[in-house]
């Protein structure tokens, strides 16, 4: 079966420190690889997608950016934080694009 | 522009009462639709989903019906139980085909 796994689970960071959050998924092969940012009470916005290894699609402006080095890797960055880039931020995957995403359990960003 | 939208931010419901939550569409071309449940500090997790060349889908407890004359999509749970409450979102395939639109979410809240 497959199975997606995030981490770290919390993380507190000062502002202008860099970020690097890891993604991967198991049991499955060249899936569809989304990030997504939710705020307290809110949506899910989408902010990068990947269809294939380093091929990156990314949905809103920001300081973040997006790397997938392997297959089943996906990697958040950032090289210095923003007060606004606190949120929870969830990983997931898909067979193909008009198939179930599947979520991690996410990482909890708060920035001081 | 074309969203994903819910009529209801919260709904309260008594144990063993049936719930129903709505979701409205505006994007005609959309022909993919899923509903997700969220608990609090977790990922989203996928309940059930509908194509647009079906009205009705039903899973264990829950029916989802898709009415594309006026853009509108339901999710049904019979007999709530107080596991049920969480947060639930609607989600529209997009006209990439590769991600998806999340509406606001609808908050449940099962009482005894």
């Known amino acids: 079966s497959q199975t997606i796994h995030q981490w770290p689970a919390t993380l507190v960071q000062p502002v202008g420190s860099p970020l690097s959050l890891e993604c991967t998924v198991e049991?499955?092969?060249?899936?569809?690889l989304y990030w997504y940012r939710q705020a307290a009470g809110r949506g899910l916005q989408l902010l990068f997608y990947?269809?294939?290894?380093?091929?990156i699609s990314s949905e809103v402006p920001q300081n973040l950016s997006a790397s997938r080095p392997q297959d089943r890797q996906f990697i958040l960055s950032s090289k210095k934080l923003l007060l606004s880039d606190s949120g929870f931020y969830l990983c997931?995957?898909?067979?193909?694009?008009?198939?179930?995403?599947?979520f991690g359990d996410g990482t909890r960003l708060s920035i001081l | 522009g074309e969203s994903v939208g819910l009529h209801l931010p919260t709904l309260s419901v008594q144990e063993g009462d049936n719930s129903i939550i709505n979701c409205a569409y505006s994007?005609?071309?959309?022909?993919?639709f899923i509903w997700y449940k969220q608990e609090s500090g977790k990922g989203p997790q996928f309940i059930i989903d509908?194509?647009?060349?079906?009205d009705k889908r039903q899973g264990q407890r829950v029916t989802v019906l898709l009415n594309k004359t006026v853009k509108h999509l339901s999710l049904q749970i019979a007999a709530t139980q107080p596991g049920d409450s969480a947060v639930y979102f609607c989600?529209?395939?997009?006209?990439?085909?590769?991600?998806?639109?999340f509406g606001k979410g609808t908050s449940l809240l099962v009482t005894p």
């Open positions: 989600a529209e395939n997009r006209d990439s085909g590769y991600a998806l639109n």
């Open positions: 994007n005609s071309a959309s022909d993919y």
């Open positions: 997931a995957w898909s067979v193909t694009g008009d198939q179930p995403q599947h």
């Open positions: 049991g499955t092969s060249n899936p569809n």
């Open positions: 990947s269809v294939g290894i380093g091929q």
């Open positions: 509908i194509r647009s060349n079906m």
